[in-house]
């Protein structure tokens, strides 16, 4: 017991040592493909729509069960605190015993029962809505994820651009600080050139902070361990070489749409509903077998028993005839409902292809204002450039090279905003056509989410792969 003891403690502090150096190791860096694959794996709500799915599929069994024999075992006593008297004429006598048992085992199974058949019909489309719903629930995620993802990316491409800036104008004040010092240079120009430097500190301050809450969210959407610091491996403009093969490809059906899917699995459910109600007028023949054993004995409840075996085999059967016009009222209540989900699948439908129409337009005008904003960029860059020259050789004023920095920051900031809107219009037109590759990040052979020791540990170890 004590080498157990001892064992078990090395091996707390083991695990312990493992964790503290996961958490002072480098940021753990992650694709999107990454990031889609762990919250896939591990994010509670997943989990939670696969055990409904489970649920529903137990509560199909038990209906299915409900077509087996049912079979049980019985025992009953009853003791007479006053025998039976018995006339015949003018002459009375007592009849029967004081104790009586009966025990035995009795079965019966359904033969026909319609309602019961069309019942496990109406279990099967509900797993099937199941299946949709969990299936909508791993859509949202990944658009969820993509969305976040992005932001982060957007958050941290604005903070290099706007650094980078700020770098610039903190050389600019350092050069104006010592030209003032030496002479050439007037107070107004070291305090314009200090402001140009404080002006841009909150807003670096300001991506900071989006970067942490962004990175917060991200974790959340994946399941993810919060303590554990996570960087993104891909840039806005990793994804720009991918978006116009992807717009070149993207179709516009939606034939994938869940919620479509969803509706027309509950129209089938309401029409195999309707069945039901008219299953209820047939009749129904159920059989039954019992094998029991009776005994009867008088004075002492434990002794003298006299066991004599009987059985019987029966059928049953049962007519609806008349039951208040219930079953009748039922089944219109059943064919209004089917009704009512034909116009709502045509409104929807109607809906769902103007909402279409949206994204593919936004999506179409991003990949324009891209191109026209690297343009723009590349002619800003080209303006600093001569900007930079002609204020070292004193043919540009201070006040123009601020204004061309400027001028470069808006440009870079704005080309990362389109990049960052295509792809968002992309990943919402994904879950409206509902047509994301789930199996691509749903293999079982995938590293889980680090929410354990031991699986910190695993994805460390396979990042370090």
Known sequence: MTIKKLS?????????AITATAQQAEPLRLTLDECLRIALNENPTIKVAQMEIERV?????????????????????????????????????KMGRDNSYTTG??????????????????????????????????????NQVKNAYYALLLAQDSKKVIEENHK???????????????GIASEYDVLRANVAVTNLEPSIIEAE???????????????????????PEQTLDAFKSQMYNHSAAMG??????????????????????????????????????????????????????????????????????FT????????????????????????????????????VDHINKSLKQVESNAAGVAQAVKANDIMQQSFKIGSGTFIQLLDTQDALMAA??????????YLVADSDLELLLGNAPLANYTSPDEVPAPTTIHTVKTLFDFKSK
Do not use: C, H
């Open 412 to 421: 870079r900031l704005t080309y990362y905003q389109a990049i960052y809107n």
């Open 252 to 321: 516009a059906s939606l034939i994938d749409n869940t919620s479509l899917k969803q509706l027309d699995l509950k129209t089938d459910y309401l029409n195999k509903a309707l069945e039901a109600q008219k299953a209820a007028w047939w009749p129904t023949l159920v059989g039954g077998v019992n094998y029991m054993w009776n005994s009867t004995s008088m004075g002492s409840p434990f002794k003298n028993f006299k066991w004599n075996p009987y059985s019987t085999a029966s059928l049953s059967l049962s007519i609806p005839l």
């Open 57 to 93: 599929d137990y509560s199909r069994r038990e209906v299915l069960g409900q077509l087996l024999p049912e079979i049980s075992f019985s025992a009953q006593y009853s003791r007479s605190l006053a025998i039976q008297t018995v006339y015949m004429g003018d002459q009375s006598f």
């Open 8 to 16: 078990a403690a090395l091996l707390l502090l083991a695990l312990s």
């Open 168 to 182: 610039t104008a903190q050389f600019n004040a350092t050069v104006f600080q010592k030209k003032y010092e030496l």
């Open 105 to 142: 085992f009795n079965a019966t199974i359904p033969l026909v029962v319609p309602q019961l058949w069309k019942s496990l019909k109406l279990s099967d489309n509900q797993i099937l809505q199941n299946v949709e719903a969990a299936r909508a629930s791993r859509l949202s995620l990944v």
């Open 209 to 231: 902070n989006s970067i942490t809450q962004l990175k917060l969210q991200l974790k959340v959407l994946m399941g993810m361990d919060v303590a554990i610091d996570i960087e």
């Open 324 to 359: 208040g016009g219930q079953r009748l009222n039922k089944q219109r209540q059943a064919e209004i409902a089917v009704r009512e989900m034909r116009w709502q699948r045509e409104n929807l439908e109607r809906s769902l292809q103007s909402q279409v129409i949206a994204p």
